[in-house]
């Protein structure tokens, strides 16, 4: 059982950052860690997600060059830097691992082993 303890997000107006953690009761090198966000009548999609082991990322398209995702293994812990946000990023932010995988590229709520409880992120025009 891996526990996800998330924190982080917050309200912020167009064009600020905000900064998402994910702390995992433990590490797993061959996991993709990361984050599923859902707004409103919309389904949940795939952010950003870190390789455990090689320290590759996967980012939406959305979010490049906007968003960057990191690790500290020592700690357990995936950061989520959300810089330039827009009122479109409004969403519930749900950290996710997805284990036993070589390669974090789209990752599929159905492969995701284990959810965070989510944080909502408010981003005001």
């Known amino acids: 059982q891996v526990r996800l303890v998330e924190s982080g997000g917050g309200s912020v107006q167009a064009g600020g950052s905000l900064r998402l953690s994910c702390a995992a009761s433990?590490?797993?090198?061959?996991?993709?860690m990361g984050w599923f966000r859902q707004a409103p009548g919309k389904e949940r999609e795939g952010v950003a997600f870190?390789?455990?082991?090689?320290?590759?990322?996967y980012y939406t398209d959305s979010v490049k060059g906007r968003f960057t995702i990191s690790q500290d293994t020592a700690r357990n812990t995936v950061y989520l830097q959300m810089d330039s946000l827009r009122p479109e990023d409004t969403a519930m932010y749900y950290c996710?691992?997805?284990?036993?995988?070589?390669?974090?590229?789209?990752?599929?709520?159905?492969?995701?082993?284990?959810w965070g409880q989510g944080t909502q992120v408010t981003v005001s025009s």
């Open positions: 996710a691992a997805a284990l036993w995988r070589s390669s974090c590229t789209v990752v599929a709520q159905y492969e995701v082993n284990y």
């Open positions: 433990t590490y797993n090198s061959y996991s993709c």
């Open positions: 870190i390789h455990g082991g090689d320290g590759s990322t």
